[in-house]
């Protein structure tokens, strides 16, 4: 990324090798920041735009998009009505304003595929659409995945592909079912508040956070939560995205749930993807953990409608 402030005047610019380099750009009036998002992931560069315009001291940001995300942009930006952003994308040697693209739909899971869900729960995993797919999680962590096959769908038991690829070789002996509750089995010895240290523990703590929250609403002020799929497929089950749920409050008032860990600039425009896509007029709450509540999310948060941010126990943590 690069950045390029200038005042209104068009009298001062100065460009910098990272946004953190702007910061002693002198100025004599208000300023635009112009941002260039590159790449094929730019549609996720607009949280990092919006803090870096606070710290430069901007009033207006331009992002400007060099990819075919510029719709995915545009449609977030408008999401921060408080925030004076325009998305423009690249045409030859100028620019044009870029049009906001709809949110894209979650594709729809075959009922045959569907019909696996019953046996997944049956085996103490929870059965979860993953944007297409229809997977087992044992606290949050893929255990399983329905796969098609020529001859029908068919479970397959791993965490990961390389996984899934040696359970094949090693327990192709065992049925489905019996390979699937082993799994399950093997998995929750090490996904429980006050276990100890394993490399299981550690991986997709998002959707672990996710799954306390289905089984403790309330921790949120829900009176039930159901899970949602991402926005978009996960090509590992170690990338780290927000993940979401939908339900309802005691009230009966709709909400859209959006679990994160860490800082990520994208958790707050992200999340209000998850609303824009599952009911636009719910109340958002976004969640984290008890010690990841930062001042930069508390800033995005603050520039959308009916949204707050929570921070729940994490269940990873020792009781």
Same mark, same amino acid.
């Given at each position: 990324?690069?950045?390029?402030?200038?005042?209104?005047?068009?009298?001062?610019?100065?460009?910098? &090798?990272?946004?953190? &380099?702007?910061?002693?750009?002198s100025r004599s009036g208000?300023?635009?920041?112009?941002?260039?998002?590159?790449?094929?992931?730019?549609?996720?560069?607009?949280?990092?735009?919006?803090? $870096?315009?606070?710290?430069?001291?901007?009033?207006?940001?331009?992002?400007?998009?060099?990819?075919?995300? %510029?719709?995915?942009?545009?449609?977030?930006?408008?999401?921060?009505?408080?925030?004076?952003?325009?998305?423009?994308?690249?045409?030859?040697?100028? $620019?044009?304003?870029?049009?906001? /693209?709809?949110?894209?739909p979650v594709p729809e899971?075959?009922?045959?595929? $569907?019909?696996?869900?019953?046996?997944?729960?049956?085996?103490?995993?929870? %059965?979860?659409? &993953?944007?297409?797919?229809?997977?087992?999680?044992?606290?949050?962590?893929?255990?399983?995945?329905?796969?098609?096959?020529?001859?029908?769908?068919?479970?397959?038991?791993?965490?990961?592909?390389?996984?899934?690829?040696?359970?094949?070789?090693?327990?192709?002996?065992?049925?489905?079912?019996?390979?699937?509750?082993?799994?399950?089995?093997?998995?929750?010895?090490?996904?429980?508040?006050?276990?100890?240290?394993?490399?299981?523990?550690?991986?997709?703590?998002?959707? $672990?956070?996710?799954?306390?929250?289905?089984?403790?609403?309330?921790?949120?002020?829900?009176?039930?939560?159901?899970?949602?799929?991402?926005?978009?497929?996960?090509?590992?089950?170690?990338?780290?995205?927000?993940?979401?749920?939908?339900?309802?409050? %005691?009230?009966?008032?709709?909400?859209?749930v959006v679990c994160s860990?860490?800082?990520?600039?994208?958790?707050?425009?992200? /999340?209000?993807?998850?609303?824009?896509?599952?009911?636009?007029?719910?109340?958002?709450?976004?969640?984290?953990?008890?010690?990841?509540?930062?001042?930069?999310?508390?800033?995005?948060?603050?520039?959308?409608?009916?949204?707050?941010?929570?921070?729940?126990?994490?269940?990873?943590?020792?009781?």
């Open positions: 990324m690069a950045v390029l402030v200038r005042n209104e005047a068009e009298t001062e610019i100065e460009f910098c &090798d990272s946004p953190g &380099d702007a910061g002693g750009v208000p300023a635009v920041a112009y941002l260039l998002s590159e790449g094929s992931d730019s549609g996720r560069s607009l949280g990092a735009g919006v803090l $870096w315009a606070d710290k430069l001291g901007a009033d207006r940001l331009v992002l400007i998009s060099d990819h075919d995300n %510029a719709g995915e942009l545009a449609r977030r930006a408008g999401y921060f009505d408080r925030h004076s952003i325009s998305v423009v994308e690249v045409v030859g040697t100028g $620019w044009k304003a870029a049009v906001a /693209a709809p949110i894209t899971l075959p009922a045959e595929v $569907w019909a696996l869900a019953g046996l997944i729960n049956e085996t103490g995993a929870r %059965a979860v659409d &993953d944007h297409g797919r229809l997977v087992a999680e044992v606290a949050g962590l893929e255990v399983a995945r329905v796969t098609m096959f020529d001859d029908g769908p068919q479970i397959e038991v791993g965490v990961g592909q390389a996984d899934r690829e040696l359970h094949q070789l090693v327990h192709s002996n065992l049925e489905p079912d019996a390979a699937l509750r082993r799994a399950v089995g093997m998995v929750a010895s090490h996904r429980h508040t006050g276990a100890i240290f394993h490399p299981l523990k550690n991986m997709a703590r998002e959707r $672990w956070l996710r799954s306390r929250l289905l089984d403790q609403p309330g921790l949120v002020g829900a009176e039930h939560l159901d899970p949602v799929p991402p926005l978009h497929p996960r090509s590992t089950v170690l990338g780290q995205r927000p993940i979401a749920a939908v339900g309802t409050t %005691a009230q009966g008032t709709p909400i859209v860990i860490g800082v990520d600039p994208e958790f707050v425009p992200d /999340a209000a993807d998850y609303r824009a896509r599952f009911d636009a007029a719910a109340d958002l709450v976004l969640v984290v953990p008890t010690r990841d509540r930062y001042p930069i999310t508390e800033r995005l948060v603050a520039e959308l409608e009916r949204a707050s941010l929570v921070t729940v126990p994490p269940p990873w943590d020792s009781a």
